[in-house]
């Protein structure tokens, strides 16, 4: 049991990264699990912690979260919301066991901060960590290398600019660290730490309507997150894409009276990096494109490169919409579903949340609830905590 534990922690951690370097388990290894809780057939890119959602509002309804009404989580979802938000200071932080399904001890921890500098200007900054626990790491002979605490973070810096009352803009510059081996030399060369700096563009609009004879909003946003260098494990081994991401969401809320308040939402997203041509056993394409292109030509590539042509393009689309109920301002329950194609990665999964929001605090929880045996996310929490502090804009 021990031994199945580490082979599964193994595919786990080096799937995406180290792969090329290390054979575990290859029992596991067709159907191994990525950080991020999708399965082999996902576009492969290093780090994928950077898509896991971090915040319990947006992770109870389906994970949509890009044209919501602005939180401080916004850091993560779409930095232009930033703009928008009513206090000079929010804060929160979020925690999430994570594929405990399959092992006992990994999780997400995410912290965000925004500062209002003026009626137009908002500063943000956030951190995220990824822990995957100790394991044993061992060679393709299973000799032991050791234990190690693998783990990966992220550090962000966001600015978002408000344009007139409905529209605003939004920048996100990032440093990734991912040190997912202990610097042991496999098949001769010596795995390390990998680096690497990306940025995210956002934008953000939302107009006041009527529906029904109700005030209600809608509003629209689009992130692309993620546009960076490339990362490597080793000193001239391969490098491999970030998961630079395409978010667009509509979100419509309706007041139908004081008390009551309902918020629709749908987000779709899709990896902005090539998708793996079809090779025959000489390594020759038989369909699609190459993938060893630089970022710029592998991000307008992505739309065009599948090698089973418009049909593939749409099925690397993620659908997620979701829903959002308050009551008074202070008590909300969601729900949501989130959808990704079993030949982009099979997760699929509907979600619970709620919230309750007390003076300048706020509590948010979430759960994911799938079937063990078909999701190694079945059952997940996240558990939020958010506080508003200073003058709230007037």
Do not use: C
């Given at each position: 049991m021990k031994f199945f534990s580490t082979c599964i922690r193994?595919?786990?951690?080096?799937?995406?990264?180290v792969a090329p370097f290390y054979s575990f388990c290859q029992v596991l290894g067709?159907?191994?699990?990525?950080?991020?809780?999708?399965?082999?057939?996902?576009?492969?890119?290093?780090?994928?912690?950077?898509?896991?959602?971090?915040?319990?509002?947006?992770?109870?309804?389906?994970?949509?979260?890009?044209?919501?009404?602005?939180?401080?989580?916004?850091?993560?979802?779409?930095?232009?919301?930033?703009?928008?938000?009513?206090?000079?200071n929010d804060i929160s932080a979020s925690y999430s066991p994570w594929l405990r399904n399959l092992v006992p001890d990994v999780s997400l921890a995410y912290i965000a901060y925004a500062h209002q500098l003026d009626d137009r200007n908002?500063?943000?900054?956030?951190?995220?960590?990824?822990n995957l626990g100790s394991i044993e790491l061992t060679d393709a002979?299973?000799?032991?290398?050791?234990?190690?605490?693998?783990?990966?973070?992220?550090?962000?810096?966001?600015?978002?600019?408000k344009f007139g009352n409905n529209f605003s803009l939004g920048l996100s510059l990032r440093y990734i660290h991912s040190s997912l081996a202990n610097g042991s030399f496999l098949s001769g060369q010596q795995v390390k730490a990998g680096n690497a700096v990306a940025a995210d563009v956002s934008l953000y609009y939302n107009k006041p309507i009527e529906e029904f004879g109700n005030s209600a909003t809608f509003a629209f946003g689009t992130n692309i997150s993620n546009i960076g260098s490339?990362?490597?494990?080793?000193?001239?081994?391969?490098?491999?894409?970030?998961?630079?991401?395409?978010?667009?969401?509509?979100?419509?809320?309706?007041?139908?009276?004081?008390?009551?308040?309902?918020?629709?939402?749908?987000?779709?997203n899709k990896l902005l990096v090539p998708t793996p041509p079809i090779l025959d056993a000489n390594g020759n394409i038989?369909?699609?494109k190459s993938d060893n292109v630089s970022v710029p030509a592998g991000i307008f590539e992505s739309f065009t490169d599948a090698p089973n042509g418009a049909s593939q393009e749409l099925q690397e689309i993620n659908i997620s919409p979701g829903i959002e109920y308050w009551y008074n301002k202070q008590f909300a329950l969601r729900a949501g579903y989130f959808y990704q194609n079993?030949?982009?990665?099979?997760?699929?999964?509907?979600?619970?949340?709620?919230?309750?929001?007390?003076?300048?605090?706020?509590?948010?929880f979430a759960y994911i609830a799938a079937s063990q045996q078909s999701s190694p996310l079945a059952n997940t929490l996240r558990f939020t905590l958010m506080v508003n502090f200073g003058a709230a804009k007037k």
């Open positions: 193994a595919i786990l951690v080096f799937t995406i990264s067709q159907g191994g699990t990525n950080t991020n809780g999708s399965n082999s057939t996902q576009i492969p890119t290093a780090v994928p912690f950077l898509l896991i959602t971090p915040d319990s509002r947006s992770g109870g309804m389906g994970e949509a979260g890009v044209a919501t009404s602005p939180d401080v989580n916004a850091n993560f979802w779409n930095p232009s919301k930033l703009a928008f938000l009513d206090a000079d908002t500063f943000g900054a956030s951190l995220r960590y990824f002979s299973q000799q032991s290398l050791g234990t190690y605490t693998p783990n990966e973070f992220s550090v962000d810096g966001s600015f978002a600019r490339k990362i490597s494990y080793t000193d001239n081994g391969t490098k491999y894409f970030l998961p630079t991401n395409l978010k667009i969401g509509i979100a419509n809320t309706i007041n139908l009276d004081e008390f009551n308040q309902f918020t629709f939402a749908l987000d779709l038989i369909k699609g079993p030949n982009n990665g099979g997760l699929h999964y509907f979600t619970l949340g709620a919230g309750f929001r007390y003076d300048i605090y706020a509590f948010d």
